[in-house]
């Protein structure tokens, strides 16, 4: 199953559970999603996303919101529609308007995937604040509520390099490059491969979200944990290569988020057996 309608299925399974509190559907998540980065502190210092970039990152978040609703109200062709999406969203560097398609994919499957985690939190935190609830279901909704806050921390330095990058695409030769195999491969587009691995990362944490959503054992929910915290190092891996091979890109305003990114990878690690 694509992630788009992995992510859709933990949305509206997990909305009886957590009910108004969720924050919405799919669909009203994509709502929020500030396609230009223009406004909030994630955009701060990006600089401005015009011209194709921005036309590739509206196009693609106007078929996103499509193929949601697709999934969100059973369409027979929606999940092929969402694989579609998320395949032709990889070829990066045809264009400027191809990379801005890949950048307004990745701000959307981040929002979702938070919004996920921030569904399952809402859910746990109800059942341990239910009569009856034991130790154990504390715990869990402990471990839930750590994972949520590190996926939003991750989530933020995401969206901040994405668009930045958004903002920078036509002076990507500028930043530098690095010879491999005998050929020379720009560091910007070393950054966006970055985002490429930590996706698919991404999408296997998907199938454990909804497991403990199902199950809600402790077991379930550890196994969530470890998945998380290996996602969330290669995250502080890629913070590290910004901070110390990247310095053209971050004298230009791209942030590390070095702090952040760690103190969430702390925060779980914390609470592995």
Known sequence: MSFLGEIVDV??????DAGAESGGSASKVLDGIDIGGETGDVTEGSGDIEGDVKDGMVESQNNMKQVIKELEDGAPDAEENAAALESNSKNIWASAKTFGSFVGVELAKGAL???????LQVAFDKAAAAPGSNAETAQIAHIISTVNKSSKALQDAL????????AHYDSRASYGVISVAGLDIQLFQ???SGFSGLDNQRYRLVPLVKLAQQVKTLDSV??????DIAYTRAVVDLSTNISTKMTLMTDNGLESKSAEVQAACSNLTALSP
């Open 11 to 16: 949305l509206v399974d997990g909305a009886e």
């Open 190 to 192: 070393i950054l966006q």
């Open 159 to 166: 969206d901040t390099w994405l668009y930045w990058q958004a």
């Open 113 to 119: 995937f938070t919004a996920g985690t921030n569904i």
């Open 222 to 227: 550890r196994a969530l944990l470890a998945a």
